[in-house]
């Protein structure tokens, strides 16, 4: 739990450091973050589902302490967000899956003779 506050309150101080700078850039991220999770075709509780499981993946444990708040404060279930996780764990073992294809092509080459190492 010390790590999540400890999350929360580097957020905010830094947020804070960069509002107190006047930020140009630091305003156009939050009108960004507020356009991008408006109501819409997607609802903002289905938008931060899917945050929740691209921080997963990308590991930004401070962008999934957020977005699972902000997913919980729009209406998500435990069990919604748990899904959006379980999502996220099947696209990080999509890209092992692809790149075991490419080491199944090498192992083909390398023990049909077609590829030698040591040819050159």
């Known amino acids: 739990m010390e790590r999540i506050n400890q999350l929360i309150r580097q957020r905010k101080w830094a947020n804070g450091r960069l509002i107190k700078y006047d930020s140009k850039v630091f305003k156009i991220i939050q009108q960004l973050e507020e356009a991008t999770f408006a109501d819409g075709a997607l609802p903002k509780k289905t938008k931060e589902l899917i945050a929740v499981?691209?921080?997963?993946?990308?590991?930004?444990?401070?962008?999934?302490?957020?977005?699972?708040?902000?997913?919980?404060?729009?209406?998500?279930?435990?069990?919604?967000?748990?899904?959006?996780?379980?999502?996220?764990?099947?696209?990080?073992?999509?890209?092992?899956?692809?790149?075991?294809?490419?080491?199944?092509?090498?192992?083909?080459?390398v023990f049909t003779g077609a590829v030698r190492p040591d040819d050159d």
């Open 53 to 109: 499981g691209i921080s997963v993946i990308t590991n930004c444990e401070s962008c999934m302490q957020w977005h699972i708040d902000q997913a919980a404060k729009s209406g998500a279930s435990e069990r919604e967000i748990l899904e959006a996780v379980e999502v996220a764990f099947e696209m990080g073992i999509g890209p092992a899956t692809v790149n075991g294809r490419f080491a199944l092509e090498v192992m083909d080459a």
